[in-house]
């Protein structure tokens, strides 16, 4: 059963080791957990709805609560803290194309807003009802998630586009097939809210990230039904497709996603790495990164993600031992870096990558710690993300930020944003603690990853006053450092006042009257993506 006001699965509770609290009171201070705000207390005062009746739609107040946020910082706020305002007039839980088209009908003739919705995992306020005076429609995909057709001699399988990352790599792995696409939210976000936010999985640099994996599909708009065909290649003008990626729910209800798929592979290994400073790391993951090498993944920890890592793997004793071994290979903890490196493929091709990248490794000082310590990241690949409800009810807040840059600029951005963050809680005398990681790396640049945590204020409002100002510091950062709002992520209403700096005017101009061409009435998800 899905958490209702936190992450995920309400039975998996993630107890923070010992040695890490200690680390969080010398960091930061000690927390003081807060109570949460009831759900019979929303329940309550929910707001009677303005849409009228219809058969698909349900206005069941449980179902309005649920679809009213995803799992952005101010949404939690919202769940947690009894801030949450506002929530859709009713949800529409349709299991076919007709019945999603009969809703957008519906939603035209009753000038309703309408929220597609897929796993709600969002983390920018994708799902965030807007302030409005029409009737505002969730239309979940949740129970829209078959497998319709799987053409084995082109590699393509089709699915509707509410398929949940599990169930998708079920039905393609009993069939010996793989997707590859592991967001770290890879247990309850889905397909079609991948493709719409152009999501990043863990693996990506082997499988590729969702616009390279998303071949075609259909999307339902308010101006008619848009056929994308999954062409394995075209010079026949700009490609639709792109549009589509990143569209934000505001082209339309994505309904039909054909995917690109390939075997399941003979190997999949993660190997750990430590280096002894942030400099030798870096020049090895930008090396590797600019060769043929064909891994996975690389996921470099500065020094402050690699002590924090370090606290939270729970076992004392390897985690001494490893310390001890590290010494004696001349690397201290205070300056290691950890480095996870993947290769996945055919035990011909990742024997011969595995060679490749340990020699430039070893060239830079790296030493290898061997499978044990990537085997348990595979373990918990989507386990850590359950520590921000533990971190809460302790009194700590949790998020992260992301942007992707070239190299040149990649240490300079990473510094610079966690100084930024430092820096936006010196007037208030409180410390944060601050880590990055990156995880994606390309030829020319790389993605980085920030989290940040920080004690929780007296009050709901005044956490949330802290964490704006947070966001605010460094996502202007990012934009002045020449990075991206988003690697990952996306838009929705976080990160839309700087999507200016990112499109220019004429940029935005562009994608504003595209939607409003297939959107005459600015019925799709209003308020996301543009400024
Ligand atoms: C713990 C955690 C870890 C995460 N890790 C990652 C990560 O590693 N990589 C990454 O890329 N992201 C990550 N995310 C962010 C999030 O999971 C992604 O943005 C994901 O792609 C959202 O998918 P969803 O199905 O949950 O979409 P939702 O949150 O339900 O919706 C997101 C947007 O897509 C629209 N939408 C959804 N489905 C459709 C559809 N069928 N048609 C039209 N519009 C639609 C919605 O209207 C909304 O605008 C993480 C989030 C969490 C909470």
Redesign the pocket.
Known sequence: MQRWNG??DENIYLELPTRALRMMHDLIGKGQGRPDYPREKFIKRMPESRLNSHPLISLDPKLRLDHAH??SFPDWIGLRGGKLRRFPDGVALPTTAAEIQELLKFAIDNNAVV??????????G??EVPETRRPVLSLS?ER?NRLTDLDSNSRLATFE??I?GPQLEYQLNSRGFILGH?????E???????????????QSRHYGR?EQLFAGGE?LTPRGALKLPPFPASAAGPDLRQILLG?????????K?VVKIVALPEKDDVYGVFFPSWERAFHAVQSIAGTDITFSMMRLSNPAETMTNLALSGKGRQRALLIRYLRLRGISEKTACMCLVGFTGSRRLTAAARRAAFSIIRRHNGICVGKPMGNAWKRNR?QS?YL?NTLWDLGYAAD?LETAITWDKVTPAMKAIEKSLHDALKPDNQRIHVFSHL?HVYPSGSSIYTTFLFRLAATPSETLEVWKRLKQSASQTITAAGGTIS????V?TDHKKYMTAEKGAIGIQTLEQMFNYLDPKKQ??PG??LP
């Not at 929220?115 to 920018?124: C, F």
């Not at 690697?487 to 996306?490: A, C, I, K, N």
């Open positions: 992450w995920g995803g799992q929220i597609p919705y897929g796993g709600g995992t969002s983390v920018v994708h799902l995909l829209f586009s509410g949940r592991y967001p770290q939210s890879f309850y976000s889905s397909l079609g809210g991948w493709v719409v936010t152009r999501s990043s999985g863990q969702i999307v569209s934000e729910g505001k082209m339309g209800v994505l309904t996603v989507f993300a921000r992260t995880s690697h990952q992520h996306g929705g799709m998800n996301k993506l």
